[in-house]
């Protein structure tokens, strides 16, 4: 994982530009790191095809990752289930499932709501987002 980067300094982990990881989310041996999802996309997104993937095996952040009910809201509504989300395959998480979700968890929650089981992902393996994944610093008053 790269380290020689010094580490993007925000005000609150919402202003993180990815999928932040911290406390239960954290990766071993790093406090506060996300993922460029952007740019793991334009590298890997390329061709690949979205797999049939059941819920059960996904961990996914819960709606109050944020401090507030994201499951609810104009943001919520928002969230158009016919975009698959992003799952990284084998990646440590705080469920020890076998996928990690990384976007997609309103999309997701909406899915589950309606009775499905199963949806559209697309799946990166966890090699292919090592280079993208970036430490962060919460800045102190």
């Not at 928002?78 to 076998?98: F, Q, V």
Request: glycine letters at 8%; aromatic letters at 14%.
């Amino acid at each position: 994982m790269p380290t020689n980067q010094a580490p993007l300094k925000v005000s609150n982990t919402s202003n993180v530009p990815g999928h932040t990881m911290y406390g239960d989310w954290a990766l071993p041996g790093r406090k506060y790191s996300y993922i460029a999802l952007r740019e793991l996309a334009k590298k890997h997104m390329p061709g690949k095809q979205a797999q049939l993937i059941q819920f059960s095996n996904i961990c996914a952040k819960p709606g109050s990752w944020f401090g507030d009910d994201d499951f609810s809201g104009p943001r919520f509504d928002a969230a158009d289930t016919k975009y698959p989300g992003m799952l990284i395959r084998s990646m440590p998480n705080p469920c020890g499932l076998a996928y990690r979700m990384v976007d997609g968890r309103r999309r997701l929650e909406k899915l589950k709501r309606a009775g499905f089981d199963t949806g559209y992902f697309f799946v990166f393996e966890y090699a292919d987002c090592e280079e993208f994944i970036f430490d962060f610093e919460l800045e102190t008053s």
